[in-house]
């Protein structure tokens, strides 16, 4: 069965703080892996898209990691700012092509704090 | 960047009436729209696949009758809930893909609150 999976679930960190955020899939065949942040009553917004071939792809303060070996990934937040409280969504891409199946991580809530 | 408008932002109504919410790209064409329900702190649950031309495909569980999608062209999708109930209140969220981009770039509207009275 396909499935995503992130850790932790929610976090809390001080202002300037880096923060590790992980995810973990059993998605074949893999297309391409997704990293999205959705502020409170908001949808959505891209920071990374991460094909098979792809280790690392960065974003700014984003930084994506990408182990096909493993079906891991993280996104790795620098200098954190109070404006990066929101839910992280890992997204991964399931069959070929633009019209592959989407396997939605529960996402994690990182909250920011001063 | 691609841009992906819903309207209206937020709509409240009374039970037993039908509401429309619009999924427009603005500056690219899209065959394939998602749209997704959301509740309160949790994650974006998949309510079927618009494609422009054809009928929708529905996830397993969600009512076709009630939740009515029309995708007539490469930049419009609609979705309509009909005689809506109190239990329909959620967060709606449409999604396009880039047609002709090679890892289906994925581009999220900002969402439309739903309150059923």
């Known amino acids: 069965k396909n499935q995503v999976e992130q850790s932790p679930q929610s976090l809390i960190i001080l202002e300037g703080k880096n923060c590790t955020l992980q995810?973990?899939?059993?998605?074949?065949?893999?297309?391409?892996l997704r990293w999205y942040k959705q502020d409170t009553g908001r949808g959505p917004v891209s920071l990374t898209i991460?094909?098979?071939?792809?280790n690392t792809k960065s974003n700014g303060r984003y930084t994506a990691t990408l182990d096909a070996d493993t079906k891991q990934s993280s996104l790795h937040i620098t200098a954190s700012q109070l404006s990066d409280s929101a839910s992280y969504i890992c997204?991964?891409?399931?069959?070929?092509?633009?019209?592959?199946?989407?396997?939605f991580g529960k996402g994690t809530k990182l909250s920011v704090k001063p | 960047g691609a841009v992906v408008s819903q309207h209206p932002s937020r709509v409240i109504c009374k039970s037993g009436t039908s509401v429309k919410i619009e999924c427009r790209s603005l500056?690219?064409?899209?065959?394939?729209m998602f749209w997704y329900r959301q509740f309160p702190k949790k994650s974006l649950m998949l309510m079927a696949t618009?494609?422009?031309?054809?009928?929708?495909?529905?996830e397993q569980g969600v009512e076709k009758d009630k939740f009515l999608i029309n995708h007539a062209s490469l930049t419009l999708s609609t979705l309509t809930v009909t005689s809506a109930h109190p239990e329909d209140s959620s967060f709606y969220i449409c999604?396009?893909?880039?047609?002709?981009?090679?890892?289906?770039?994925?581009?999220f509207g900002e969402g439309s609150r739903l309150t059923v009275l």
């Open positions: 500056d690219f064409q899209a065959t394939t």
């Open positions: 997204v991964v891409s399931a069959g070929g092509g633009s019209q592959g199946n989407l396997i």
């Open positions: 999604s396009a893909i880039r047609s002709g981009a090679n890892t289906g770039e994925l581009f």
């Open positions: 618009s494609n422009e031309g054809s009928k929708a495909t529905y």
């Open positions: 991460m094909t098979f071939s792809e």
């Open positions: 995810c973990n899939y059993t998605v074949s065949p893999f297309s391409n």
